[in-house]
């Protein structure tokens, strides 16, 4: 077998996010719904319209790449999605919950970031500089939406968790 190289890993990582972003768009409607907060709920529907974008960007990584957008199925956000799912059950009702759904999407959001941030490189490495652009602008929407979600937990979320109104 040829040894393969970083050509071979960032194209195997590129399926490995379209997948996840794709599961993604499917997990936050039912994210947003759950949602007690209304800051938080359009936090959720917010990010759902960015993802649309995100997955749009990867076709384009896979054009310029010259590949057929295509999915690998991927273990670790699947399991994130599900401990969000599991935290959604749990903690319905609850004052905790809005803080539950925080942690799940930071737990998302931590992966994006993880493995845009390494196909951004991969890419410069590469001379893809358009598709390192793509992947860049990404990246940042993921690291804002990091962001904004500390924000509604530092504003609130998990106080009400603590001491419900």
């Given amino acids: 077998m040829p040894d393969k190289v970083l050509d071979d890993l ?3 990582t590129l399926k490995d996010i ?3 972003e794709r599961q993604i768009l499917k997990a936050l409607p039912k994210m947003a719904r759950g949602a007690q907060s209304g800051e938080l709920r359009e936090a959720f529907e917010k990010h759902r319209d960015q993802t649309e974008t995100h997955v749009e960007r990867l076709q384009q990584v896979f054009e310029i790449i010259g590949k057929t957008p295509r999915g690998k199925t991927c273990p670790a956000i699947d399991g994130i999605i599900e401990e969000g799912d599991e935290v959604m059950a749990a903690f319905k009702g609850s004052p905790a919950l809005d803080a539950g759904l925080i942690a799940a999407a930071q737990a998302v959001e931590h992966y994006e970031i993880a493995r845009y941030g390494t196909l ?3 890419a410069q490495d590469l001379g893809l500089r358009d598709a390192a652009r793509l992947l860049d602008e990404t990246l940042s929407e993921e690291a804002g939406t990091d962001e904004l979600l500390t924000r509604i937990a530092e504003g609130g979320a998990n106080r009400e968790a603590v001491e419900p109104a």
């Fill in 120 to 122: 951004r490189q991969w």
């Fill in 18 to 20: 379209y997948y996840a």
């Fill in 10 to 12: 960032f194209h195997d």
